[in-house]
């Protein structure tokens, strides 16, 4: 089944300490990217990979860091969490070929404390 | 600056009724896709359908049609026969790539939180 996976689906944490969500895509997609969703203000692209070792920023990357060593995975890495990332995760890939649907993990809801 | 305008933030519509969801773009790429995607509260993210900017027919998948008028910049998500399993969040976004977006990346409205009422 094409998919994408997160994890963990849920996480509390504690200011300032490092955490990771991973992220992997079964289908071969070279583009890949993170987003996150707050109340009134939509999804919001944090960073994009088109390839691998390939990465860039989006609209709100601060506070955030990325890694594409395998094309299947781009995981998130939040070096020292705030509060104000307290935040509904999605992570999404897509083949890039004009009408390619995103295909969108299920999501990871952190709560920095 | 590419953006997206959803200006219904709730929606209350009967059980049965077709259902419209306004969503207007702005972008000054040629070339672009227009999708919406459905959340229901258990939080995944559902394609629903897509419209690509030189598409000469509006989009359509099964309830679900696109309304898509370039010239206004408009891009409506019509439901036909509301059924209550649509009460959701549904969000219009654009990929825009030569644009900025991120490389395939997706802008995104705010939403709007549809309701279904029996």
């Known amino acids: 089944e094409a998919q994408v996976t997160q994890n963990p689906r849920y996480l509390i944490t504690v200011t300032g300490k490092k955490l990771t969500v991973t992220c992997s895509q079964n289908m071969n997609h070279e583009y890949m990217s993170w987003y996150r969703q707050d109340p009134g203000l939509g999804l919001r692209q944090i960073y994009y990979?088109?390839?691998?070792?390939?990465?860039d920023k989006g609209d709100v990357p601060e506070g955030y860091k990325v890694s594409r060593k395998e094309k299947r995975n781009f995981p998130l890495i939040l070096e020292s969490p705030s509060p104000n990332q307290t935040s509904l995760y999605f992570c999404?890939?897509?083949?890039?070929?004009?009408?390619?649907?995103?295909?969108f993990g299920p999501g990871t809801r952190l709560t920095v404390l | 600056a590419q953006k997206i305008t959803q200006t219904q933030p709730g929606m209350f519509v009967q059980e049965k009724e077709a259902v419209t969801l306004d969503c207007t773009y702005d972008t000054s790429d040629p070339s672009y896709g227009l999708f919406w995607y459905k959340q229901p509260s258990s939080g995944e993210m559902i394609f629903l359908i897509y419209?690509?900017?030189?598409?000469?027919q509006n989009a359509t998948e099964g309830r679900y049609s696109l309304n898509f008028q370039k010239a206004r910049k408009s891009a409506n998500l019509v439901i036909s026969a509301s059924q209550l399993g649509d009460s959701a969040m549904y969000f219009c976004a654009m990929r825009a790539p030569y644009s900025g977006g991120g490389a395939d990346g997706l802008t995104f409205g705010k939403g709007t939180h549809l309701i279904i009422q029996p």
């Open positions: 419209q690509g900017s030189y598409d000469q």
């Open positions: 990979s088109m390839n691998v070792e390939v990465t």
């Open positions: 999404a890939s897509s083949s890039g070929t004009g009408g390619g649907e995103q295909f």
